[in-house]
Each structure stands twice: as C-alpha cells, then as structure tokens.
Nanobody
C-alpha cells in the first residue's frame, strides 16, 4: 500500500519562502510521476506542479511558474516543492500525489493521480 506523507508547511510572510517535502513508501518511487496540488477553503483542488519519474521533465501551473520548483530524490523516495516569493493567494492545503501508472506523464489533472498524502497547511500572512 502506498503511503505519502507531506511535511514542511507552516506560516510564512508574503514574499517569503517555504519548502515542502513528501516522503513515500510502498511502491518503487522512481517509476512514477509525482505531483503537487493545493486546495484553498471553498475552492477545488488545483494542480501546482509535477515531475516525471526520472526528474527530467517538470510542469507548472501558470500561477506558480517562476516562483515554485519541484524536484525529487529517488534515492530518498521523496519529492519536494520549493516555494519562493509566496503570495497571499498561495495559502492552501498542499497535497502530494503519485500517478496511477508507472512511467506515464501526467497533464496536471487530479484524476491521473491515484495516491495522495494527507496534506500540509501553508499559510501566508501580509
């Protein structure tokens, strides 16, 4: 059974930085595209970033492009999200997710990801 555990959330001032981590177990991590999503109160869960199984391909939502960086360490079974220049609108619960299929690229939709973490709260203050 796959387990994904996010950490690193917290309170940060606008303009600040935060790095989220997601440790996984239960599957061969290096075979799966990983993604980060977020959900703000009253809103639908939205795509943030994804990274291919080998780490060579990344894709970002327009709202975070240039500010956030997704990376992975396959030796540690962990995916990261470095968030810089945080804005008030970045505040949300952030979730990491693992693609349903091995070695398959995603197009940033929640339906392609079959395993999810419990989420970590990111709060941005003015």
């Amino acid at each position: 059974q796959v387990q994904l555990v996010e950490s690193g959330g917290g309170l940060v001032q606008a303009g600040g930085s935060l790095t989220l981590s997601c440790a996984t177990s239960g599957r061969t991590f290096s075979l799966y595209t990983m993604g980060w999503f977020r959900q703000a109160p009253g809103k639908e869960r939205e795509f943030v970033a994804q990274i291919s199984w080998g780490g060579g391909l990344t894709y970002y939502s327009d709202s975070v492009k240039g500010r956030f960086t997704i990376s992975r360490d396959n030796a540690k079974n962990t995916v990261y999200l470095q968030m810089n220049s945080l804005k008030l609108e970045d505040a949300a619960v952030y979730y990491c997710a693992q693609h349903r299929r091995q070695k398959t690229l995603a197009v940033g939709t929640t339906s392609q990801f079959g395993s999810w973490g419990q989420g970590t709260q990111v709060t941005v203050s003015s």
